[in-house]
T-cell receptor, first 111, second 114 residues
Framework: DAKTTQPNSMESNEEEPVHLPCNHS???????IHWYRQLPSQGPEYVIH???SNVNNRMASLAIAEDRKSSTLILHRATLRDAAVYYC????????????FGGGTRLMVKP | DTGVSQNPRHKITKRGQNVTFRCDPI?????LYWYRQTLGQGPEFLTY????????KSRLLSDRFSAERPKGSFSTLEIQRTEQGDSAMYLC????????????FGPGTRLTVT
């Protein structure tokens, strides 16, 4: 199974952009890149996903490297409410339908 | 609120007792998943249903664990003869069959086995 590598933690200042990196050097051609986040004392929350092209939605943007071996989740203006653990997850139609969570990146946002 | 709900939110039990948790998914979602999360770790997949059929079970799901989704709506997860190692947050999620990786999670049930 393709794995992901994320920094354990990152810090950001409120109202500044945040770039959360994820390495997935063994990604296969059919793997999608998903991002979830988990706020304190809550279940995980879907953020965004993509395959090859960059993606934008109301929560965030996903920038995918041309070789797909890495991706970056971009929060355009961090708020205190964005403090959470962010998980980068690869999914494949051949691997069942579970999400395989790693350790994620704990994002701390300073006022 | 039309999100995923789980009951109870907290459960404290003594070792050896049986416990049952309930999950009510988003009403139009035909897929339902159970995960377990221990402190400081990401959630781990346990099992999932498509409608009432249990399609996949993780090796983490020992014989003491059983899950049901009798009418394809709510689901229950039962743990028999609980052990201290079962202490964890049990998370339920649901999705549409056509978007299996866009899962909506409930708040979880925190189990403490003393």
């Amino acid at each position: 199974d393709a794995k992901t590598t994320q920094p354990n933690s990152m810090e950001s200042n409120e109202e500044e952009p945040v770039h959360l990196p994820c390495n997935h050097s063994t990604i296969s051609g059919t793997d999608y890149i998903h991002w979830y986040r988990q706020l304190p004392s809550q279940g995980p929350e879907y953020v965004i996903h993509g395959l090859t092209s960059n993606v934008n939605n109301r929560m965030a943007s996903l920038a995918i490297a041309e070789d797909r071996k890495s991706s970056t989740l971009i929060l355009h203006r961090a708020t205190l409410r964005d403090a959470a653990v962010y998980y980068c997850i690869l999914t494949s139609g051949n691997a069942g339908n579970m999400l395989t969570f790693g350790g994620g990146t704990r994002l701390m946002v300073k006022p | 609120d039309t999100g995923v709900s789980q009951n109870p939110r907290h459960k404290i039990t003594k070792r050896g007792q049986n416990v049952t948790f309930r999950c009510d998914p988003i009403s139009e979602h035909n897929r339902l998943y159970w995960y377990r999360q221990t402190l400081g770790q990401g959630p781990e997949f346990l099992t999932y249903f498509q409608n009432e059929a249990q399609l996949e079970k993780s090796r983490l799901l020992s014989d003491r664990f059983s899950a049901e989704r009798p009418k394809g709506s709510f689901s229950t997860l039962e743990i028999q003869r609980t052990e201290q190692g079962d202490s964890a947050m049990y998370l339920c999620a649901s999705s549409l069959m056509l978007s299996p990786y866009e899962q909506y999670f409930g708040p979880g049930t925190r189990l403490t086995v003393t």
